[in-house]
């Protein structure tokens, strides 16, 4: 019977008649003390004799961390070697600080992550982590650590406050696996102690309020191209970063197809979605006015690159606080399109599809299709009911 934390926590700390073992699987082993105190072991034979290697105290040591380290201790037994006089020779006290860590983290393991991901792991970390403590992080309290993160939740937001939180876990635990550090107090802090969760957004944008900020962009004397970015964005209910990453190699014109290549895709996956008559006219004269000078559709003021996000998330702010409107982003012209076409009879995997989602289940294997006709006139459509 393999152990659970629930399993755990029911011996945790509580009086026992005798010492006695919980076996889990591949040699692992929970050794239970009469003070209630719980010790993971890794048992195994070498050169005949039974051994016992302890790895840790539970809850400092979770279970899945127990279990992490059996496959490295399995295969240097596989190799001639004895796990305990091996794991003694390596474990000489680093004194990492949290800025190796971090360092650490991201050169090996960030670095091998999508272009997106790697820049916002290097801006949060490299913001809120480093030069956080000067002193070993195996060092760093549970207290210190409940304190840096309220410093970060009265500075900032709490929402940035849990998601510091969730990021350097996620460092920690890699940096005990690679034994840059053997252990940290931070894993013992759950996310919902500290901050807030993001909350999900409900917000549906309504035909009426499309068509107020199409109005208002009109109306703007900004550059061009965030005013039309802002508008693809509500007529295809694509990403903004897929939008703003569009180059003029990704449309064929004649076809009317706009290709999301994979390693521009959130999902990993190419988006084939065909442009209706407003949504093409919009890529036309970007492509038109500016293609002789960037190969981005949506440049940024200096053609050298892409129009960044925040000029298209400060005009959005603006026109929410012109028009004196319920907050909406960008993001949520998604939410839009696919309520309000499923209320004119358009099937979920049409909507899905336009969203650039993998659809779920059996049909994310075997059917390949993109229905690209249906997701047509799905578009007409929404162009329709937005400006007849």
């Not at 003694?88 to 999508?114: I, M, N, Q, W, Y």
């Not at 190419?270 to 006015?289: E, F, G, N, S, V």
Request: charged fraction near 30%; charge should be positive; include cysteine.
């Amino acid at each position: 019977m393999t152990l659970s934390n629930s399993k755990l926590k029911i011996f945790l700390n509580k009086p026992q008649s005798k010492r006695f073992d919980l076996t889990d699987r591949d040699g692992l082993a929970a050794r239970i003390s009469e003070h209630g105190r719980i010790t993971f072991q890794y048992r195994y034979r070498y050169k005949g004799k039974s051994k016992r290697l302890s790895l840790g105290r539970f809850p400092d040591l979770t279970l899945a961390q127990a279990r992490d380290k059996v496959p490295e201790l399995r295969r240097l037994l596989n190799e001639g070697k004895n796990p305990s006089v091996e794991l003694k020779r390596l474990a000489e006290p680093t004194g990492a600080s949290l800025d190796d860590c971090v360092h650490a983290f991201l050169d090996r393991h960030v670095a091998k992550l999508r272009k997106e991901t790697k820049k916002l792991y290097k801006y949060s970390l490299g913001k809120h982590a480093l030069s956080a403590f000067d002193f070993p992080v195996e060092q760093v309290t549970i207290r210190e650590w409940y304190q840096y993160f309220d410093d970060i939740e009265d500075q900032y937001t709490g929402v940035i406050a849990q998601d510091i939180l969730v990021r350097l876990k996620t460092c920690m635990r890699f940096c005990i696996k690679r034994n840059i550090i053997t252990s940290s107090t931070l894993l013992m802090i759950a996310p919902k102690d500290v901050g807030k969760a993001s909350e999900i957004g409900d917000r549906v944008v309504e035909l009426e309020e499309i068509r107020t900020i199409w109005s208002t962009l009109d109306k703007s004397k900004c550059y061009p191209t965030t005013k039309n970015s802002i508008k693809l964005a509500s007529l295809t209910a694509a990403r903004l970063g897929e939008i703003r990453h569009m180059e003029i190699a990704d449309i064929d014109l004649d076809k009317k197809i706009w290709t999301v290549q994979k390693q521009k895709s959130k999902t990993g996956k190419k988006i084939i979605r065909p442009l209706a008559p407003m949504a093409y006219a919009i890529i036309k004269w970007q492509i038109t006015t500016f293609g002789e000078l960037t190969t981005f559709v949506f440049p940024s003021g200096s053609y050298k690159k892409h129009i960044c996000a925040q000029t298209i998330n400060k005009l959005s702010r603006s026109i929410v606080k012109t028009k004196k409107m319920e907050r909406w982003s960008c993001h949520d012209f998604r939410r839009s399109l696919s309520t309000i076409l499923s209320s004119n009879r358009v099937e979920l995997h049409v909507s899905e599809k336009m969203l650039g989602h993998s659809l779920g289940g059996i049909l994310a294997v075997y059917n390949k299709h993109n229905w690209l006709d249906e997701q047509r006139q799905a578009y007409e459509l929404w162009e329709k009911l937005l400006f007849g």
